[in-house]
Each structure stands twice: as structure tokens, then as C-alpha cells.
């Protein structure tokens, strides 16, 4: 049988989004065995998802596997899969939809990850039970984000000596808030986690212009900041797990 993947993803201006995108189907193709691989936008830049299954409804399959790339379940997800679930009439390629990127101990682990890899880049040797981690999330209105962010956070728990989290925008605590109750519990390291999927302009710009002023008002004794989530080996293996819990189940 042959088999596509297409990613769809909320959508970045930032070039580095583009790049990471194309890094990671060029990997989710050759690891997942795929024929082809593609991305595209649910809003903000093109491809849009129109250009996305134009092109895909091209090539020569039998099954075409949508992965909504997406760290939160919630209107943004359904939207997409909505639109690109209006295609499926018009052609004889069969739809498969996968769950986001959400609720999966692999993005555990993913996170984990960076934060062990700032704690090395900045020369730091405490154990993880004497680490504090912030995590720093979008927002959002949907509760079913708060449910998957604590998830994360729930299960850093078990490792970690505090953990808790903060948002950009929309709901609080915001970053100030997180900072400032962080601060409470006296840490010897705070490791902040920039939850996002890219290297985009909340990346870039928009937590550091909250989270550079909070810090600098803040007595914390040491801080270090990870890398975004990114083209990570793990979020490969995520997004081919997700995509095949529906293939198998077909």
C-alpha cells in the first residue's frame, strides 16, 4: 500500500518554522517509510491547507495520513481537520486523521530532554530532584490546553523538585506570575521551558519581552532557559507513533 503524510501546522511568518517543517517530513518520510511527506498552514503564511491537498491529491497513493501538529487539542485542531477532511469527497486517496502532538510520554521525555541539555550547557551537575522547571505555554481559552500542559507538568513532577507552569497570553499565571512563584519556593536552579513547537516570533520576541523583565526583578539565584521543542528526534518518533495508531487501527 502505498502511503503520504501531511502535516498541518497553525503557521509561523518566520522562516525557521518553514525550515524545521521541511527537516522534519524529510525524517518522518524516511523513518516512517512514507512515499511522500508534506506540511502546510492552517492560517498566517502559505502553503494553506487548500495548496497542501491540491498538491497531495497529485501523487499516486492509496492512504493519506493527516497529523495536526499541534501541542494542544482544541477549535484550532478541528478547523484543520475540517478543512482538510472536505477533500476527502473528491477523491479515491482514503483520509486517515491522527490525535496532535498532545498527552504522549515521548513529549515528555522531549522535554525533559531540554532540560537536561541547559542544565549541561550551562555547566550545571544538581541531580534533577533538586531542580526547580518552570514550563512557559501559548494560552488559550479551550480548557482541554490547560488539561494537556498539566500533563507535562504532572509527570516532570515525579523527577523534578518543583514544577509548574505559566502562559504567554490569554490566561494567567502570566510569565510575571510565573516567575514571581517560582521565586517562592527559594530554587538553587530554575530551568525555564519554552513550550513551543517553533522557532517562531513568541520564541524570539514575545516571551522574552515578558520574561527578561521579570527575571531582572526577580532575587532567583540561577536561571537557565531551553530550546524550543523543534525538529527533535522525539517529536519524529511522536509524529509517526500518532500517525500509525491510526493505520493499524484501520
Not at 497553525?10 to 522562516?15: F, N
Not at 549541561?120 to 531542580?131: A, F, G, Q, T, W
Not at 531582572?216 to 517529536?235: F, Q, R, V
Request: glycine letters at 4%; one cysteine or more; a negative charge.
Amino acid at each position: 500500500m502505498k502511503r503520504g503524510l501531511m502535516l498541518i501546522d497553525r503557521g509561523s511568518r518566520e522562516r525557521e518554522a518553514e525550515e524545521e517543517l521541511e527537516t522534519i517530513c524529510e525524517k518522518v518520510k524516511e523513518k516512517g517509510n512514507y512515499d511522500f511527506t508534506e506540511f502546510c498552514f492552517l492560517e498566517v503564511v502559505p502553503p494553506f491547507i487548500e495548496d497542501g491537498m491540491e498538491k497531495c491529491l497529485k501523487k499516486d497513493i492509496d492512504e493519506m495520513t493527516i497529523v495536526p501538529y499541534f501541542l494542544y487539542p482544541g477549535k484550532k485542531v478541528k478547523i484543520a481537520v475540517a478543512d482538510a477532511m472536505k477533500y476527502q469527497k473528491d477523491t479515491k486517496i482514503k483520509f486517515l486523521v491522527s490525535k496532535p502532538m498532545t498527552m504522549h510520554k515521548k513529549l515528555v521525555d522531549l522535554v525533559d530532554n531540554r532540560i537536561v541539555s541547559a542544565l549541561e550547557e550551562n555547566e550545571i551537575s544538581l541531580p534533577k530532584d533538586k531542580v526547580d522547571v518552570l514550563i512557559i505555554g501559548h494560552g488559550s481559552m479551550d480548557p482541554n490546553a490547560g488539561i494537556s500542559i498539566n500533563y507535562i507538568v504532572e509527570e516532570l513532577r515525579q523527577t523534578y523538585k518543583n514544577v509548574d507552569r505559566c502562559y504567554l497570553e490569554i490566561e494567567e499565571p502570566n510569565i510575571e506570575q510565573g516567575i514571581g512563584s517560582c521565586q517562592k519556593n527559594n530554587p538553587e536552579v530554575l530551568v525555564i521551558v519554552f513550550y513551543f513547537l517553533h522557532e517562531g516570533a513568541h520564541v524570539k520576541i514575545d516571551v522574552n519581552n515578558d520574561l527578561k523583565p521579570a527575571l531582572e526583578k526577580s532575587n532567583l539565584k540561577k536561571t537557565c532557559i531551553t530550546k524550543h521543542l523543534g525538529a527533535d528526534e522525539k517529536m519524529i518518533d511522536l509524529i509517526i507513533e500518532r500517525a500509525r495508531e491510526v493505520e493499524n487501527a484501520n
